[in-house]
């Protein structure tokens, strides 16, 4: 059958406002660095690093990735990998794209949804079924406030003899939500007994908040479960999406040779001068992480004072971990779709918002990014369009 991928809707949002709007509410991405603030963070100085980023040939690299980024991925991301249990991918995207290739017609996937929409399209194009795992807003009770969850029994519910792969996504974009350890080891334990393939996009992995649910980062899958493939990337926790590094980790070296296979029609390599400053990245990522975590605590706190005032317009379960969370239309906002606020956001009041629609989430929530260190200064202009919109109302 024909592989043909639907509108990437999304992406072609921000295709569309991104770099036309002034105040930008809705990335998924952390506060990111100058190529000088990274290369002084390497062990033999700047000077030492710039003169290696500059003495570099600018050919081609090895498909797999350079051997000194595997092995720095390896060592400082997962405590059982090698760095031949790794594969280097340009973005998180290909990554997404050479593992859906590997199913097609007569399999069974499971998706946590919402979902960054290629992790389940690029399947559906190849003729996967895919049956969405979707997580709950489950109100305020004896277990706490208000809070995303994801239903173990539904999951059980989907799983049938057919299925290859479960897709999950922790700390998930666009909620904020992350599993707990046990609930971790139900979804692979779940996966085990079918021996299905568990792909756990881990991206925001590093950015659990101190009063989240969670408060320390899980086990990663691929640690946990031989037939676990990890994603990881330097765009979203550590703030380098301009340098358009991600990887798989996986214990199935068959699976990560067929994926390579697919890169050789896609990238082929990636870029040298970016492998070699993801490896700095990768080499201080807990320091990049907890950089970002600052700046996430303290947008927070702006964000719920926001939230206090415009309690009758806008609701939200606070994120347990990661930069983004799904703000939800109240009062008499419900009256309208979230697309139309959002474009009525970004063309009166130049804020960019991303409406639920994009995610084929019903039209009631928009995600928010509070990862950036322009945060406060957008969302005063959100304020100050949420003010006009009362103001507006009979």
């Given at each position: 059958?024909?592989?043909?991928?639907?509108?990437?809707k999304?992406?072609?949002?921000?295709?569309?406002?991104?770099f036309?709007?002034?105040h930008q509410?809705?990335?998924?991405?952390?506060?990111?660095?100058?190529?000088?603030?990274?290369?002084?963070?390497?062990?033999?100085?700047?000077e030492?690093?710039l003169?290696?980023?500059l003495?570099?040939?600018?050919?081609?690299?090895?498909?797999?990735?350079?051997?000194?980024?595997?092995?720095?991925?390896?060592?400082?991301?997962?405590?059982s990998?090698?760095?031949?249990e790794?594969?280097?991918?340009?973005?998180?995207?290909?990554?997404?794209?050479?593992?859906?290739?590997?199913?097609?017609p007569?399999?069974?996937?499971?998706?946590?949804?919402?979902?960054?929409?290629?992790?389940?399209?690029?399947?559906?194009?190849?003729?996967?079924?895919?049956?969405f795992?979707?997580?709950?807003?489950?109100d305020?009770d004896?277990?706490g406030?208000?809070?995303?969850a994801?239903?173990?029994?539904?999951?059980?519910?989907?799983?049938?003899?057919?299925?290859?792969a479960?897709?999950?996504?922790c700390?998930?974009?666009?909620t904020?939500?992350?599993?707990?350890?046990?609930?971790l080891?139900?979804?692979?334990?779940?996966?085990?007994?079918?021996?299905?393939?568990?792909?756990?996009?881990?991206?925001?992995?590093?950015?659990?908040?101190?009063?989240?649910?969670q408060?320390?980062?899980?086990?990663?899958?691929c640690?946990?479960?031989?037939?676990a493939?990890?994603?990881?990337?330097?765009?979203?926790?550590?703030?380098?999406?301009?340098?358009?590094?991600?990887?798989?980790?996986?214990?199935?070296?068959?699976?990560?040779?067929?994926m390579?296979?697919?890169?050789?029609?896609t990238?082929?390599?990636?870029?040298?001068?970016?492998?070699?400053?993801?490896?700095?990245?990768?080499?201080?990522?807990?320091?990049?992480?907890?950089?970002?975590?600052?700046?996430?605590?303290?947008?927070l706190?702006?964000?719920?004072?926001?939230?206090?005032?415009?309690?009758?317009?806008?609701?939200?379960?606070?994120?347990?971990?990661?930069?983004?969370?799904?703000?939800?239309?109240?009062?008499?906002?419900?009256?309208?779709?979230?697309e139309?606020?959002?474009?009525?956001?970004?063309?009166?009041?130049?804020?960019?918002?991303?409406p639920?629609?994009?995610?084929?989430?019903?039209?009631?929530h928009?995600?928010?990014?509070?990862?950036?260190?322009?945060?406060?200064?957008?969302?005063?202009?959100?304020?100050?369009?949420?003010?006009?919109?009362?103001?507006?109302?009979?």
């Amino acid at each position: 059958m024909a592989m043909i991928l639907p509108p990437f809707k999304l992406e072609e949002w921000f295709a569309k406002y991104e770099f036309s709007a002034q105040h930008q509410l809705c990335n998924s991405d952390c506060e990111t660095l100058t190529v000088e603030e990274l290369l002084k963070l390497d062990a033999q100085g700047m000077e030492g690093a710039l003169q290696g980023l500059l003495s570099m040939r600018l050919g081609y690299t090895e498909c797999t990735g350079a051997p000194s980024l595997r092995e720095a991925i390896a060592s400082n991301m997962y405590s059982s990998m090698t760095a031949e249990e790794i594969l280097v991918h340009a973005g998180a995207e290909e990554a997404i794209f050479t593992f859906a290739m590997q199913f097609g017609p007569g399999d069974h996937v499971v998706v946590m949804a919402p979902c960054y929409q290629s992790l389940s399209a690029v399947m559906q194009s190849r003729g996967v079924e895919v049956s969405f795992w979707t997580l709950r807003e489950v109100d305020e009770d004896s277990h706490g406030p208000r809070r995303w969850a994801a239903d173990m029994e539904d999951l059980q519910a989907l799983l049938r003899s057919e299925t290859r792969a479960v897709v999950i996504n922790c700390p998930h974009n666009p909620t904020g939500f992350t599993f707990t350890q046990e609930e971790l080891q139900l979804v692979i334990e779940a996966c085990r007994s079918r021996g299905a393939y568990l792909f756990s996009d881990e991206v925001y992995s590093g950015l659990e908040h101190p009063s989240g649910r969670q408060t320390k980062s899980l086990p990663k899958a691929c640690d946990l479960y031989d037939r676990a493939v990890c994603l990881g990337v330097v765009s979203k926790a550590q703030g380098l999406a301009g340098l358009r590094i991600g990887w798989v980790a996986s214990k199935d070296r068959d699976l990560l040779g067929a994926m390579c296979g697919v890169k050789l029609y896609t990238s082929i390599c990636s870029s040298g001068p970016s492998e070699y400053l993801a490896e700095i990245a990768v080499r201080h990522s807990q320091e990049l992480c907890s950089r970002n975590l600052t700046i996430i605590e303290d947008n927070l706190h702006h964000l719920q004072a926001l939230l206090e005032e415009f309690q009758d317009m806008i609701s939200m379960c606070l994120p347990s971990a990661g930069c983004i969370g799904l703000l939800r239309l109240e009062g008499k906002l419900q009256s309208r779709s979230a697309e139309a606020l959002a474009v009525d956001a970004v063309q009166k009041a130049g804020v960019l918002l991303l409406p639920s629609e994009y995610f084929d989430f019903g039209s009631r929530h928009f995600r928010i990014g509070f990862g950036r260190a322009d945060f406060k200064d957008s969302l005063e202009h959100f304020r100050a369009f949420l003010r006009q919109l009362r103001s507006e109302s009979p």
